[in-house]
Every structure is written in structure tokens, then in C-alpha cells.
């Protein structure tokens, strides 16, 4: 088994496969079945798991432990877009006082 990569010429996105490869007795050569593992995180290069279809969950999915649940009402939207607005100030100070120490 290898992992192969392939890359959408319609949205640019690149996947991973599993690819196995079989011999056929009848036509006398080897065939390749590819299975899709997942898609290829541009910045990190990381294989992330997808089922290949772009569909919803399901109604019944329950989150892991510490995975993002996107807020439901515009109530708690807001409050997310302030979190995170809040989360990006905090950054850009980390970012200004380490670039500052490197200039010393």
C-alpha cells in the first residue's frame, strides 16, 4: 500500500489516497484501487480525515471532547466573534513584544 496525492485542477485542493495495487490474471497487469484517505492541509501539510462526499452530519453526531461546536443562535455568534476578537488582540501584543525582543 502507498499513499498517493492528487490535486483538483477544478478547486486547486489536494487529497491523499491509499492506493493498493492488484495483479489481474485475466488481462495480465497490474491494477491500482485507490481509497480516499483525506485532504492535504496547504499550510501544514497534514492529512486531514474526510469522507469524500462534502455532505452535513448527520442529526444524531455527537462532538469529541474538545472538538469546536459552531454557536446556533446569533446570540451566541456574537459572543464567539468577541471571543475570538479578544483571542486576536491578545496575539497581535504577543507577536509585537516578540518581534521587539529580536530587534534588541
Same mark, same amino acid.
Given at each position: 500500500m502507498a499513499i498517493t496525492y492528487n490535486k483538483d485542477k477544478r478547486s486547486?485542493?489536494?487529497?491523499?489516497?491509499?492506493? !493498493?495495487y492488484?495483479?489481474? /490474471? &485475466? @488481462? @495480465?497487469?497490474?491494477r491500482s484501487k485507490r481509497t480516499l484517505i483525506g485532504r492535504v492541509d496547504e499550510t501544514t501539510g497534514e492529512i486531514v480525515p474526510t469522507d469524500g462526499r462534502g455532505r452535513k452530519r448527520s442529526p444524531s453526531y455527537?462532538? &469529541?471532547v474538545g472538538e469546536?461546536?459552531?454557536? /446556533? !443562535?446569533? /446570540? &451566541?455568534?456574537r459572543? &464567539?466573534?468577541?471571543?475570538?476578537l479578544e483571542e486576536n488582540s491578545v496575539l497581535r501584543k504577543e507577536i509585537q513584544?516578540? /518581534?521587539? @525582543?529580536? !530587534?534588541?
Open positions: 486547486g485542493l489536494t487529497y491523499a489516497y491509499a492506493t !493498493t492488484v495483479w489481474d /490474471k &485475466e @488481462k @495480465k497487469q497490474s455527537v462532538p &469529541e469546536y461546536v459552531m454557536p /446556533k !443562535t446569533i /446570540k &451566541e455568534l459572543a &464567539e466573534v468577541l471571543r475570538l513584544k516578540l /518581534k521587539s @525582543k529580536r !530587534t534588541l
